[in-house]
């Protein structure tokens, strides 16, 4: 099956890459250098309050929009085709402007049904074209990361480019026995090292880097209209991901502040705490280092704005 691009397809980036590995560092990277470009970004946050989109920085070139409540690659992925359809509605009608745009997916997303869907839907697929899956990986944790997630496999798998960030934190030998392991899980995937996300421009965008025959190749089903797909290390194809449910736990009053509790699957939840008061900052310290201390183990990662 042959992809033709059309030099009037508007080139669409995939940026994925586990919990806490530097996606959104990167993406701030790219929304604030002096390049030229018009960006418009699609966020996907894993829990119902955005945190990350308070995080970037954005001026008038950019169009931020952000998805709540589910991953972009299981139910909300007719979300992701009707944004799409939107942006386009929009920027035919000359209300906003962009040349480009960068899909930063959940950490806990599988990018397989994200890329299904420029190429099994047919108002997408004429107007996007899929520039690239950029998937960052985390030196200090990724064999651990890899050992224990389906889902970074995924993300590793799918790959057109591997940016292995804080390797500052690892020795060389870690770093070299990380990026061995990526060779063989993907290796058509180029590997390169990134600081805070310090990598040129044109490392991560027009890369026309994804190759729909050489998935094809491996997986003559990928475009199934029901194929699930994941990608296992040590086996580039694509099995299920679609048991991923996603459920509200309650939300309660807590003084002024609020709790959110959000259900991936079974095994994964996450918890937002907000409120309208300072906090200290000795007790916070104290409360987050107490935190660690007893569910370290269990916890992916913790942030606040």
Do not use: W
């Not at 070139?61 to 085709?81: A, H, S, W, Y």
């Not at 309660?252 to 502040?257: E, R, V």
């Amino acid at each position: 099956m042959e992809v033709n691009a059309s030099a009037s397809q508007v080139p669409v980036t995939v940026l994925t890459g586990f919990l806490g590995a530097g996606k959104t560092t990167l993406l701030n990277r790219i929304l604030t250098e002096q390049h030229g470009h018009k960006i418009a970004v699609i966020e996907n946050e894993f829990g119902p309050e955005g945190i990350d989109s308070e995080l970037l920085v954005s001026d008038p070139g950019e169009q931020i929009v952000e998805m709540n409540n589910g991953c972009i690659c299981c139910t909300v992925r007719g979300d992701l085709v009707r944004i799409l359809n939107e942006l386009r509605t929009k920027r035919q009608a000359g209300q906003i402007a962009f040349e480009r745009v960068i899909i930063e997916t959940t950490g806990m997303a599988n990018p397989g049904p994200v890329t299904q869907t420029f190429f099994m839907d047919d108002t997408v697929s004429s107007y996007y074209l899929l520039d690239a899956v950029i998937t960052v990986v985390d030196a200090k944790h990724g064999h651990d990361t890899l050992d224990q997630q389906p889902e970074a496999q995924n993300q590793v798998g799918f790959a057109d480019r591997i940016l292995m960030s804080k390797v500052d934190l690892v020795s060389s030998a870690e770093a070299q026995s990380l990026k061995d392991r990526l060779v063989h899980m993907n290796p058509r995937a180029p590997i390169k090292h990134v600081n805070f996300g310090d990598v040129p421009i044109k490392d991560v965008l027009d890369l026309r880097g994804f190759n729909l025959n050489a998935i094809l190749e491996i997986d003559p089903e990928f475009l199934a209209g029901e194929h699930p797909d994941a990608v296992r290390e040590g086996q580039h194809h694509h099995d299920g991901h679609d048991d991923h449910s996603h459920a509200h736990d309650t939300k309660h009053d807590h003084h002024d502040g609020d709790h959110h509790g959000h259900q991936h699957d079974d095994a994964i939840k996450a918890f937002v705490f907000q409120s309208n008061r300072a906090f200290d900052p000795a007790k916070l310290e104290e409360y987050l280092g107490a935190l660690t201390q007893v569910y370290g183990q269990d916890m992916l990662r913790y942030k606040g704005v």
